[in-house]
Structures are given as C-alpha cells and as structure tokens.
C-alpha cells in the first residue's frame, strides 16, 4: 500500500506484532519443507491430509512471504526461503505445460485435482509471480509472470465488449459449468471479484515491468471498474454481469466494496496520473463511507451482504475485516478524518 503512515507508534508495534505470530503460523503450521502445504487445518490443529490445494492458497503463500522480504518485515532469510520454495512448487505442479495456465487445484498426492482455468486463479498467479518477481529479478521468474499475462490477454480478454470471462477448461474453453464450481457460483460470464483481482495484478505487474501495453490495460481495467462495476448512486460494487455488461442481480458485497476501494486508488497511483489519482481518491472516500453507513455492526464489523441498504447477511466473516483495516487506513490517508 502506498504511503503508508500511522503516527500512533504503539498501533504500529501491535499490529507488527500480530503480523510476526500470523507468519509464525504459516511457518510453523501450514507450509511444508517441499514447498508444498496443508489444504485445511481443523479447530485444534488437526490436519486434513486429503483435502484439496487451492491454487488460490499456493499463491497466497508466495505473495505473502515475497512481501514479507520486500517489506523488510524480519526474519527475511526464512521469509525468502519457503517464497523460493513455494515458487519451484507452484510452477513444478500448477502450471500446465500442454496448454499453459495454471490448475484450479491438486490433490494430496500433487497431481491436478480440477484442470480448469479460473481467471480469478490466474490474477492471484501473476500477482505473486510479480510479487516475487521484486525480490529475485530473476529472468526465469519474469517469464513464468509474462506467460500467465500474455495467456489472460489471448484467452481470457473479451475482444468485442471489454473485460475478462470468469473460467475456462484445461484446453482454455469457455465453461459454464466451470464457472459455477469456482468462485462466482451464479455461472455468469464476468464478475466484479475477477476484474477486481485481475486490476490487483496488472498493478503489481506493471509496477516491476512498465511497458505501453500493460499500462493501457491497467488504465482500461480501471475505467471497467470506476464506471461499469461502481454503482455510481449507491457507492456499492455491482456483482454479475452478462458478457455485454448487462447487470445480474443487485446484492452487495461490503468487503468487496472496502477492498476495491483502496485498490483502484494503488492502481492509480500506480498508472501516476493526477487525474485519476483524484477520481479514485473521491470514489474510495465514498465507497468506505458507504461501507460504514450501510454495512457495518454496532461493534464496527463489516457485514457480509445486504441489498437496497438493508443487510441481508449480517455474517462477520474474517477477510472483510481484514480489508476493513486497510480500506479505513486509506481512507484516513486521503480525508485526515479521523473517524
């Protein structure tokens, strides 16, 4: 995140602190010596030996611990390791050397589980790919990182009506079905939550490895977002679209709206354009306090789902709250509000 200051020194040193025992964690409990992992870990600490590995965790790992040495955040020899670790995992077992792309998931035994091609999966890829990119410079890593970019952009990309569709097959064609199994289990062709994690990563990407073209779809991303995907009355995020954009459903998800708010803001700054860089500074401040007006408990979670201003789930799951933090803090960076 950019910029990032917080005056309050002891807010610093605790949230340093938790950030040292949720590391210890992973360390200690999730990741394996062979770069590999535990696909779920029950209450108590009890291994589930035959569950999946998602894709999405595989690159979580490595983003995590990527940023973890960039960031300078101790232990940086250990970090360092299980990213270089996670990285020969990944690109050893994910990755389809037929037809390229990268497994929605595999097995205990690290054969693929389910072949299809999720471009939400693809995103979070590249994204730790880049991620990790900045710590090792290494070619063999920029390669790997330009081949997921360059598959998203001959695949995925919607040539006649902008954005990317949500999941393909092994072979990279178009499936419904396949859709309905990943994340958006409504089957529609696009999503705000892939066009949100596909901005994620073209940011990040076009941070290590500037060029023309990579900036121009980072800047048509944005404007997907900024003018297709926010509601421009409600504040809100608008969930699933048709192939032409044509809007499904009207649910709204608070800690998407809380996440994507401080995202497009890092993509603006980013593309370093004032212009944008102001429209996102507006828009996140109106998204959060949207988000806060709407969305939140009495005790300040932030609820799962609501619909017309009315809260339809009032779940607290955990990672909204995470994005809550960050949506906040960069909300207060831009207003100075202390609120």
């Known amino acids: 995140m950019y910029g990032l200051t917080i005056e309050t020194s002891s807010w610093v040193g605790e949230m340093a602190a938790q950030g040292h025992r949720i590391l210890q964690f992973w360390r200690e409990h999730v990741v394996l010596p062979d770069g590999s992992f535990h696909g779920r870990i029950a209450r108590g600490g009890v291994i589930d030996a035959g569950a999946p590995r998602s894709l999405v965790i595989a690159t979580r790992i490595l983003w995590t611990f990527s940023r973890a040495v960039n960031s300078g955040f101790a232990d940086t020899a250990e970090h360092r390791l299980?990213?270089?670790?996670?990285?020969?995992?990944?690109?050893?077992?994910?990755?389809?050397?037929?037809?390229?792309?990268?497994?929605?998931?595999?097995?205990?035994?690290?054969?693929?589980?389910?072949?299809?091609?999720?471009v939400y999966g693809q995103a979070f890829a590249l994204f730790a790919l880049a991620e990790y990119y900045a710590v090792t410079r290494r070619d063999d890593v920029l390669e790997m990182a330009q081949a997921t970019y360059t598959l998203l952009e001959d695949k995925a990309a919607d040539q006649e009506h902008e954005g990317y569709l949500e999941a393909f097959s092994r072979q990279w064609e178009w499936d419904s079905q396949c859709v309905r199994q990943g994340i958006n289990h409504d089957g529609l062709p696009k999503s705000m939550n892939?066009?949100?994690?596909?901005?994620?990563?073209?940011?990040?990407?076009?941070?290590v490895w500037p060029n023309d073209q990579l900036?121009?779809?980072?800047?048509?991303?944005?404007?997907?977002?900024?003018?297709?995907?926010v509601d421009g009355n409600s504040q809100h995020f608008r969930l699933f679209f048709a192939r032409d954009w044509t809007l499904h459903g009207d649910v709204v998800s608070y800690g998407?709206?809380?996440?994507?708010?401080?995202?497009?803001?890092e993509a603006a700054h980013a593309l370093n354009d004032a212009g944008r860089i102001?429209?996102?500074?507006?828009?996140?401040?109106?998204?959060?306090?949207?988000?806060?007006?709407?969305?939140?408990?009495?005790d300040h979670g932030v609820m799962n789902e609501g619909r017309a201003g009315e809260i339809i789930d009032s779940d607290v799951h955990w990672w909204p709250q995470a994005e809550g933090i960050v949506g906040c803090v960069n909300a207060y960076q831009v207003t100075q509000d202390t609120r």
């Open 194 to 207: 892939t066009h949100l994690h596909m901005l994620e990563a073209y940011t990040r990407f076009y941070e």
């Open 82 to 118: 299980i990213a270089d670790r996670t990285y020969t995992y990944l690109t050893r077992h994910y990755w389809d050397v037929e037809h390229g792309g990268f497994y929605w998931s595999l097995g205990p035994d690290d054969r693929p589980l389910d072949e299809s091609k999720h």
């Open 278 to 298: 102001r429209t996102c500074e507006d828009l996140a401040v109106r998204m959060v306090e949207a988000v806060l007006e709407h969305g939140c408990s009495a």
């Open 215 to 229: 900036k121009s779809l980072l800047e048509a991303l944005l404007a997907i977002l900024t003018t297709l995907v």
């Open 256 to 265: 998407h709206d809380i996440e994507g708010s401080w995202l497009m803001l």
